[in-house]
C-alpha cells in the first residue's frame, strides 16, 4: 500500500503545475484507474493531494507543503547552491540548474536563466527524469560505484520512453565518456537541438548526490565553447561539494 501511494504522489509530483487526471496517473504508475481514483481520493483527505472539480485533474496539497518545508532544513541544499546556479547562468547566457538524486531518479530543484534569448524547456523545477536521462543524471550515474552503475542498467529498461541512446549500451558508452571528461554532455537525446551539460557534486561521503547542469540550443554547444562550459561545470560543482563537506545537518537520502 505504501508503495502504491509513493508511486501515486510522484506521478502528480511530476505532472505539476498543471496537475494530472486518474487516467494519466493510471497510465504512469501501472495501477488500475479505480485503485488510483481510491488513493488519490484518499490522498485529499489527508490533505496530500488536491482535486479540481472542475477540470478533473489532481496536483500536491497544502500537507506535502508544510511537511517539504520542514524537511528542507535537512535534505536542501537549494540555498547554498543558488550562487553557483546563479554564476553559472551570469557567465555562459544559459539555463542553469540544480539538481537532487532522489533513489533512482533526479530531480529539478533550482533553475536561473542566462541573458541568451532563446532557452530550452526541458528542465524546470520539479521536474524528475530517471538516472542516465538529462545531463544531471547522466553526472551522478556516471560517479556512482561500478556495482550500483551495473544493478541499475540491468534492472532499468528507458528505451521504451527515451529511445535507443539510452539502452543500456549506449549509457554505459556515455559513463565512460563523462568519467574521462569529468562532466557529462547530453547531446539533443530528450529533445532534438536542446543540449545540456552536467558535473556531478558530491555529498560529504564521497557519494555523487547532486549536479550542476547547463542546457540551451545546439549551436551554443559547439566543441570550442563545451570545453570552457565543462570547465565552469567542474569549478562550481568543485566549490559546492567543499561547501558541503562542511555543511552540518545536511543530508539526501
Not at 70 to 86: K, Q
Not at 90 to 112: N, W
Not at 186 to 214: C, K, R, T, Y
Not at 215 to 228: D, H, L, N, P
Amino acid at each position: 500500500m505504501v508503495g502504491r501511494l509513493a508511486a501515486v504522489l510522484r506521478a502528480v509530483s511530476t505532472s505539476m503545475p498543471q496537475g494530472i487526471t486518474t487516467t494519466q496517473a493510471a497510465r504512469k504508475t501501472s495501477l488500475a484507474r479505480p485503485t488510483v481514483h481510491r488513493l488519490l481520493t484518499a490522498l485529499v483527505a489527508e490533505g496530500f493531494c488536491d482535486h479540481d472539480q472542475e477540470s478533473g485533474v489532481w496536483m500536491l496539497g497544502p500537507e506535502l507543503y508544510l511537511m517539504g518545508a520542514v524537511a528542507a532544513e535537512r535534505y536542501d541544499i537549494s540555498e547554498l547552491a543558488r550562487e553557483h546556479v546563479a554564476a553559472l547562468a551570469d557567465a555562459t547566457g544559459e539555463s542553469a540548474f540544480l539538481s537532487a538524486r532522489r533513489g533512482d531518479e533526479t530531480v529539478c530543484l533550482v533553475r536561473q536563466d542566462g541573458a541568451f534569448p532563446v532557452r530550452s524547456f526541458v528542465l524546470y523545477e520539479g521536474r524528475r527524469f530517471p538516472l542516465g536521462v538529462a545531463s544531471a543524471g547522466i553526472a551522478i550515474l556516471a560517479f556512482l560505484p561500478e556495482a550500483e552503475v551495473e544493478a541499475y542498467l540491468k534492472n532499468s529498461n528507458l528505451v521504451p520512453e527515451y529511445g535507443a541512446a539510452h539502452a543500456a549500451k549506449a549509457l554505459r558508452a556515455k559513463v565512460a565518456e563523462t568519467r574521462t571528461l569529468g562532466y557529462s554532455v547530453n547531446p539533443g537525446l530528450i529533445v532534438e537541438g536542446s543540449w545540456g551539460m552536467g558535473a556531478a557534486v558530491f555529498d560529504a561521503s564521497g557519494q555523487p548526490a547532486w549536479a550542476l547542469s547547463l542546457t540551451g540550443i545546439e549551436s551554443r554547444f559547439q566543441a570550442a565553447r563545451r570545453k570552457e562550459l565543462g570547465r565552469l561545470l567542474l569549478h562550481h560543482a568543485h566549490e559546492l561539494s567543499t561547501k558541503l563537506r562542511t555543511s552540518p545537518g545536511v543530508m539526501i537520502r
